[in-house]
């Protein structure tokens, strides 16, 4: 890949493109599994975010066990990263169906399902990035005691 700005190289505004196009596949299969009940808490969205948070913790942090990034490295965040978790998550999802249930008179559920969205998405995130942690530490090393 070129040294210019990552979003000026169109090839990995394609690897972007095309990972975004499978992640948002992803979610709609998903979305079709487990439909949004009218009035309740919406579970899909819930899932895909709290579910691509941690795969997003796992693949950064084990990038970035990996070694400094490089061209294949890069590849694989953008495409990974930003497209197909950022396909497969929808904050603005979030964002429309808090709206629509304080809309609708749940005040009390839109709170804190605005507020427990974002809470567990870093909470599941940590994990992630955790796991990935644990799962890259060398054997034998001061910290396996």
């Given amino acids: 890949m070129s040294g210019r700005p990552h979003h000026t190289d169109p090839r990995l505004v394609a690897v972007v493109a095309a990972g975004g196009v499978v992640g948002t596949l992803a979610r709609y299969g998903l979305n079709q599994v487990l439909p949004h009940p009218a009035g ?28 400094a990034e490089d061209r294949r490295r890069r590849v694989i965040r ?24 304080g809309a609708g008179g749940d005040v009390r559920l839109a709170a804190a399902y605005g507020v427990g969205s974002v809470v ?16 890259r530490r060398p054997h034998g090393t001061e910290d396996d005691r």
């Fill in 40 to 67: 309740g808490l919406p579970v899909s969205t819930l899932t895909e975010n709290l579910v691509g948070a941690f795969l997003l913790g796992v693949l950064l942090e084990s990038l970035v066990r990996a070694g």
């Fill in 120 to 135: 567990a998405g870093f909470v599941t995130c940590s994990l992630g990035v955790l796991l990935a942690a644990s799962l």
């Fill in 78 to 101: 953008l495409g990974v990263g930003t497209g197909v978790l950022g396909g497969f998550t929808t904050w603005s999802s979030l964002a429309f169906e808090v709206q629509q249930l």
